[in-house]
Nanobody, 126 residues
Framework: HVQLVESGGGSVQAGGALRLSCAAF????????MGWFRQAPGKEREGVAT????????VCADSVKGRFTISRDNAKNTMYLQMSSLKPEDTAVYYC????????????????????WGQGTQVTVS
């Protein structure tokens, strides 16, 4: 089955920027529903950004609109999350996920057996 590996997290000051990457390994023919999620300390995991079926980006979380941009490079089987104007409230573990059982856009946290989650990458904004 496909494996997802996130990278690019770190510590940054408020107002700074980071770019997260999510590389997919293995069978990648079922990555139509794919997106970024995050989980802040003491909070539930939430959808951040994803794609429509035509590849158009969609921002799930109103709090990041205008600041975060999702993109993907299908040739590299990699998805990105460009984050700018970061705020302390963006501090969270960021995950990428795919769920072939769910039609895009993928904003809901899935516990479906076919859903695949990465290990997460920590983003800390101070």
């Amino acid at each position: 089955h496909v494996q997802l590996v996130e990278s690019g997290g770190g510590s940054v000051q408020a107002g700074g920027a980071l770019r997260l990457s999510c590389a997919a390994f293995g069978p990648t023919d079922s990555l139509a529903s794919m997106g970024w999620f995050r989980q802040a300390p003491g909070k539930e995991r939430e959808g951040v950004a994803t794609f429509y079926s035509d590849g158009t980006s969609y921002v799930c979380a109103d709090s990041v609109k205008g600041r975060f941009t999702i993109s993907r490079d299908n040739a590299k089987n990699t998805m990105y999350l460009q984050m700018s104007s970061l705020k302390p409230e963006d501090t969270a573990v960021y995950y990428c996920a795919t769920d072939p059982s769910a039609p895009p856009p993928l904003c809901g946290v899935s516990s479906h057996p076919l859903a695949v989650w990465g290990q997460g990458t920590q983003v800390t904004v101070s």
